[in-house]
């Protein structure tokens, strides 16, 4: 196992927050990443931010690439520059949040939101439609935008993350593109993020981003999120949107360091592990201190109900990429009502036969039910008998884990992960700053008992 310090957490004046991690092949991994001013004072309360250095705060993006699987990486390139109230031509400022990328093997697609006055939690609905067209910079592309309104910039790159163009999603035109019956739950255009990270292309082409909406009105004081996809399946021309995941009961209510007080499926990662099956780990913003998990059968449109996991979470995003067992020297064990990975020769000798589907998921989170620390690496298996298993949730849980590694048993905050075909990457916030984590396949192998 190899550490590196990417970003060093003893400055003064930014932090480096929210990573967002692809592979593009031959060992080419693109790194996104927020620079935040550390905020002064309590404005932030008053302009609807979640927390002090979320938006409205004037952040910015940042790149990064690394050519031979995150063993080095390149200077940092800005994106998108975050001004500050009082120093942009017309006074109002803005900030950039939130990365999240999608490689879909020849275009590299990134989601951001921005922001001027107003933060998730104070942000009203879009009013007009976003400037047409596509633009050379992201502040270019937000012409049109509303001062107390969120903003999802969609940036696409045909080089491998070097050269951009962007324009403003139209929330209002996802929320109700193509009639489909779904979407008469959107009155409105709805307010939320990008959840960064990565989100996929299905094996069919369809895209597939994570996103968070804050809804309308209450529950007991506290905002109400909603976990919902944007898809798109003209590779990225048109974008709509997919339906809400709901949990399995009502979930608590709960706030963090301070903040407003929230329920509901909050940020999340997604992972294809067949044909058929798209797993969705979230967090759980009544801070239950449990992770919930989800499945869908048709590609993001829909979602069985969010049901809590065994796994440890203090409300905290993770990562979570998909691979193969046999990249790993591994097999899938099905042998009910369990599922787990074994080494292959070791399964030759005692089980013979044939074993389980080949690909699974790993997982990156803060195993601590309170504080963001304690980093895991785990697998993320499908139950016995693949969609037909999960009638099973109930009594054994909607998906399985296993243990592999600890990566950090100090301060581990949001992390996303990468397979570069040969290593595991993972990047996460540790005390302001950004560290890197990376384990061989022969180390996960080696794992395994």
Known sequence: ???????????????????????????????????????????WRSS???????????????????????????????????????????????????????????????????????????AKPALQAPAPGWHETPAAALAKQGDEELALLYGVSEDSGY?????????????????????????????????????????GGRLVQPLVLRVEGSSEGAQQMQACCLLSDDGGQSWFL????????????GSLAGGTATSGVDEFCIAQVNADVLLLSARDAGYSGQRLSAVSLNGGVSWTKASPDPVRD?????????????????????????????????????????????????LTNAFDARQRRNGWLEAVLLPPGGAS??????????????????????????SDVAWTDRTVVVVYESEGGLKQVSLSAGEIRQRVV
């Not at 997919?242 to 209510?253: E, I, L, M, R, V």
């Open 1 to 43: 196992m190899e550490k590196q310090i990417l970003y060093p957490s003893d400055q003064a004046d930014f932090s480096a927050r929210v990573p967002a991690l692809v592979h593009l092949g031959s060992g080419h991994l693109v790194l996104v990443h927020d620079l935040r001013p550390r905020p002064k004072g309590e404005q």
């Open 48 to 122: 609807g931010g979640a927390l002090p250095d979320d938006l409205p705060n004037p952040n910015s993006v940042v790149v990064r690439h690394s050519y031979n699987h995150g063993s080095t990486w390149d200077d940092a390139q800005i994106l998108a520059e975050g001004v500050a109230r009082g120093y942009s031509l017309d006074g109002v400022g803005c900030g950039y949040s939130d990365p999240s990328l999608i490689w879909d093997g020849s275009k590299l697609h990134l989601f951001i939101t921005a922001s001027r006055l107003t933060g998730l939690f104070g």
């Open 163 to 203: 050269t951009w163009r962007w324009r403003q999603i139209d929330m209002a035109a996802a929320a109700t593109n193509g009639k489909r019956s779904w979407r008469t739950n959107f009155k409105v255009a709805p307010c939320g993020f990008s959840v960064s990270g990565h989100g996929v292309c299905l094996n």
């Open 242 to 253: 997919g339906q809400p995941c709901q949990q399995t009961q009502a979930g608590q209510t």
């Open 314 to 362: 203090p409300g905290c995003n993770a990562g979570m990429v998909s691979v193969r067992a046999s990249e790993f020297g591994l097999v899938i064990v099905s042998d009910q009502p369990h599922v787990f990975l074994m080494q292959s020769e070791l399964y030759n000798t005692v089980y013979g036969g044939r074993h389980a589907d080949d690909r699974f998921a790993l």
């Open 389 to 414: 298993g999960f009638t099973e949730a109930e009594e054994y849980g909607l998906v399985r884990y296993q243990f592999l590694a600890e990566l950090e048993p100090g301060s581990f905050g949001y």
